[in-house]
Structures are given as structure tokens and as C-alpha cells.
């Protein structure tokens, strides 16, 4: 029961690191900027530190195993997606923004996910769903998560 608890946790910290590494690389599927900036409605987002606590469900982990998970980030309004700069094994693509919505999708050598968030804001609601191959096994994991600003970036 050891080493399956010990691969559940390695697989979480895995999905947390997919959802908010972003992976290091950003790449934006926006085309020309836009002719009238000051007319153009951006993301309802307010830029600053944001705390981001997140929750997750594997394929065959009993519920509630894992405790939530909370961090912070600096977002900004040309920088939606939540991650952590450590992770660089990564490529982030398709970022595409749909109203107060941002998707994306994040892909790894052994793992592959897609994110979304929808901003209010001040909050946002989000969930990052990941895929995963362990020893020939193929396995999902879901993350939801809730952030909310709490104040300016430090710096």
C-alpha cells in the first residue's frame, strides 16, 4: 500500500505541476493586435497576486485522499494561465480566450492536459483535466480549482 500511495501523491504533484507550470512556454493564438485598444474588452481579470487552491480526482483514489492543494501566482492581463516558472519540460499551446473563458493546452514527454478557467474579476473557477502514462498504464487525473486576488504582484 506504500508504493501505491507513494505513486498517488507523485501523480498529483504531476497534474499540479501540468496545470500551473503552463510548462514555461506560452504561445498564444491571437493574430494582429487590435486596432482600437482602448475600445477592446479584455478578460474581466484583475491583474495582481492570486491565490489558487486546487483539488483533485484520480482514476482509483479513494475520495478525499488528497488534501487541497493552494499556491500563488502573479497574473496579468496578457499572462491568464495560472503556473509555476519552475517547471520547463513543457510546451503550453492553443491559449485561446472565448469572453471571461481561457483555455489551453499543455503537453509533456510522459503527459498531456487541457485547462480552463473562467475569471469574475476578482475570482475564477477553473479545472485542468491530465493524462498520464505510468509502466504502460494510462491514467487520468482531474484538478478544479478557485483563485482569488489578493492584492498586487510583489516586486
Avoid: H
Avoid at 474579476?121 to 482569488?148: C, L, N, R, V
Amino acid at each position: 500500500m506504500i508504493r501505491s500511495s507513494s505513486l498517488i501523491q507523485l501523480m498529483v504533484l504531476l497534474v499540479l505541476g501540468l496545470m500551473v507550470g503552463g510548462c514555461g512556454k506560452k504561445e498564444e493564438t491571437t493574430s494582429a493586435p487590435p486596432e482600437k485598444p482602448a475600445a477592446v474588452k479584455g478578460v474581466n481579470m484583475q491583474e495582481g497576486k492570486w491565490e489558487i487552491t486546487s483539488t483533485f480526482e484520480m482514476e482509483g483514489m479513494p475520495a478525499g485522499m488528497m488534501q487541497p492543494q493552494t499556491f500563488t501566482t502573479c497574473l496579468k492581463q496578457n499572462d491568464y494561465v495560472p503556473r509555476d516558472e519552475e517547471q520547463k519540460d513543457c510546451s503550453m499551446k492553443n491559449v485561446t480566450i472565448d469572453g471571461d473563458t481561457v483555455s489551453w493546452e499543455v503537453v509533456c514527454k510522459d503527459s498531456s492536459g487541457r485547462g480552463r478557467v473562467t475569471y469574475a474579476g476578482s475570482t475564477f473557477d477553473g479545472i485542468m483535466e491530465t493524462f498520464m502514462k505510468e509502466g504502460g498504464k494510462e491514467s487520468t487525473a482531474k484538478m478544479t480549482m478557485k483563485g482569488k486576488r489578493t492584492g498586487p504582484c510583489d516586486k
